[in-house]
């Protein structure tokens, strides 16, 4: 994955300074801060307040003797939307606005970016004729203009028990959006079937389209292989990977809807010898925390966790449930706490919390679990959410953020209560044990533990 950067901005970036916009010294921080969180200066300079952005779109209006244009209540000639493809247009934060004669004139987060507009002439066959607009704008009107035609879908579930996605790849289809509908297909049966994990993985003869159920693989039928590639490139696009590279592995996400409810998908694709094996995990939207633990006695303990610093471990096995209780606790702190910094560390945020400042690590620019835990601290979080810790080190430093205040919440995989305890019995998690403030263990979806601090060290100890 590239690094998210605004040539105009970097460009341009002291000359802020020189317009006694920004200090020189917060040009630097802002620097480093989006080369840690992947995105670029301006949009640094904006999240922390030092900058609106009509300020940034007027200065750079006043530089490059650009006009700006707001979008907000812009209509675009749909007509145009054909000269700029979506995977272009988000690449590139850049939408056609309308054509006269020769010239197509395109609204663009960042018109400096003279190898887009070279892109973008070569594919749409006409002259480039840039305005400036807010990367938020261009990007919302992106997803208003484009969303028919790359989003996955809605799916119903009503009445179709022995639903079969075959029946979808065997139809007389013959539209451009036919492995469209055959993805769609093959996630309504896995909604159906309750399966939250598909596996693709190339074979003799096509795609193999696998469900996990209870850590057993299912095979469910096959793509064919003249019909492999183009599903591949489909699926990448649906979830804004590039569909040009295989070489390395890439994560995204698809968005799609079930009766009307908002679905989030990981996507996960991983080169092997055979081609590449892509893994899709579906996880449900979050709940009300008093809808999933209904005990009175038990969420008066998870109150009394979240009210004071410590570390709130929830446990249980894989596909238990962790993430989805894990959400529904931090929307229900955020509902309490609305002065809280809350913050999470996470590889893919699977749904868009409000009130929270959620993070992906992103390895391919370094940015992971080690050097998010030495740049967090400097954003005064209060609370913590960090996914999947794997190392002796970090566990160390985020249970040290404790006596500092601070409320960690962490998870961690145990098949069951003797399992849990067979882990927690090495050295490693002395003091992670001595910190814990409350467990929650999943045993099955309708049967959750919750333990008091005093019960869970007794346990444990």
Request: hydrophobic fraction near 40%; proline fraction near 3%; aromatic fraction near 8%.
């Amino acid at each position: 994955m590239e690094t998210v950067t605004n040539k105009t901005l970097e460009k341009l970036k002291y000359d802020l300074v020189r317009a006694g916009l920004v200090p020189y010294e917060t040009i630097e921080q802002a620097e480093e801060i989006a080369v840690a969180q992947n995105i670029n200066i301006g949009q640094v300079l904006i999240n922390s307040g030092i900058l609106t952005e009509d300020t940034i779109i007027k200065f750079l209006e006043g530089k490059l003797h650009i006009p700006s244009v707001n979008l907000e209540d812009y209509t675009l000639d749909k007509n145009c939307l054909k000269y700029i493809n979506y995977s272009d247009a988000k690449k590139f934060k850049i939408i056609p606005l309308f054509k006269i004669e020769d010239t197509l004139t395109v609204a663009m987060a960042d018109p400096m970016d003279l190898f887009a507009i070279d892109k973008i002439v070569e594919s749409a066959a006409c002259s480039i004729e840039p305005v400036i607009a807010s990367e938020k704008s261009v990007l919302k009107k992106i997803d208003e203009y484009y969303n028919r035609d790359v989003a996955v879908g809605d799916i119903y579930t009503y009445s179709d028990v022995n639903f079969d996605w075959r029946e979808e790849l065997h139809s007389e289809d013959l539209s451009d959006n036919h492995i469209q509908k055959i993805i769609r297909a093959i996630l309504k049966q896995a909604i159906l079937e309750k399966v939250h994990e598909i596996t693709f993985q190339c074979e003799d003869g096509g795609l193999a389209v696998n469900f996990k159920i209870n850590g057993e693989i299912s095979n469910k039928g096959l793509v064919p292989n003249v019909l492999s590639a183009s599903f591949i490139s489909k699926l990448k696009t649906l979830a804004e990977l590039d569909p040009s590279v295989s070489e390395v592995p890439q994560l995204g996400k698809l968005l799609f809807k079930v009766d009307n409810i908002d679905i989030v998908s990981s996507v996960s694709t991983f080169p092997t010898i055979m081609g590449e094996r892509i893994f899709l995990k579906i996880y449900k939207p979050p709940k009300p925390l008093s809808s999933i633990i209904k005990s009175e006695s038990q969420l008066k303990i998870i109150n009394n966790a979240i009210s004071d610093s410590g570390i709130i471990l929830v446990c249980g096995s894989p596909l238990s449930g962790k993430t989805h209780i894990i959400y529904s606790l931090l929307l229900e702190i955020a509902s309490r706490y609305k002065n809280k910094n809350i913050m999470t560390l996470e590889s893919i945020t699977k749904y868009n919390l409000a009130g929270i400042n959620q993070c992906e690590l992103n390895e391919n620019v370094s940015f992971n679990m080690d050097k998010a835990s030495r740049f967090i601290e400097f954003q005064s979080p209060d609370i913590i959410y960090l996914e999947g810790v794997k190392t002796k080190e970090i566990f160390d430093y985020f249970s040290s953020l404790v006596y500092d205040g601070k409320i960690i919440i962490m998870e961690f995989l145990a098949n069951n209560m003797e399992d849990l305890r067979n882990k927690m019995a090495f050295s490693d998690f002395e003091t992670l044990k001595s910190l814990l403030s409350c467990m929650i263990f999943i045993h099955s979806q309708d049967s959750i533990e919750v333990f008091d601090k005093a019960t869970v060290q007794k346990y444990l100890a």
